[in-house]
């Protein structure tokens, strides 16, 4: 079964870092597209950051130089993940990790809170 499973939310003061993990299940990360989107209160879903196949990396732009998008795929380890530091209010929200197979896999989303 082809399935994403993320963790690591939680509340982190402004300043302060978070490590999202997103688990993939049923393929491998490391062969698709993957990506990390949020929904902050009140707005649309937005893309923050993506990782291709090859590995290259883009990033939303208020985020760029403060998260990072990463992966392993191995026989031990198939995760995603989005090392969030020097975070603000404005991060706050719901955020989800998503493959590109043949259809869209979403996780079920992970909740950060920055506030003081």
């Known amino acids: 079964q082809v399935q994403l499973v993320e963790s690591g939310g939680g509340s982190v003061q402004p300043g302060g870092s978070l490590r999202l993990t997103c688990i993939g299940s049923?393929?491998?990360?490391?062969?698709?597209?993957m990506s990390w989107w949020r929904q902050l209160p009140g707005k649309e879903r937005e893309l923050v950051a993506s990782i291709s196949r090859s590995g290259d990396t883009q990033y939303e732009d208020s985020v760029k130089g403060r998260f990072a998008i990463s992966r392993v795929s191995d026989t031990t380890r198939n995760r995603l993940y989005l090392q969030m530091n020097s975070l603000k209010g404005e991060d706050t929200g719901l955020y989800y990790c998503k493959a590109e197979l043949w259809r869209d896999i979403w996780g079920q989303g992970t909740q950060v809170t920055v506030s003081s």
């Open positions: 049923g393929f491998a990360v490391g062969a698709y597209p």
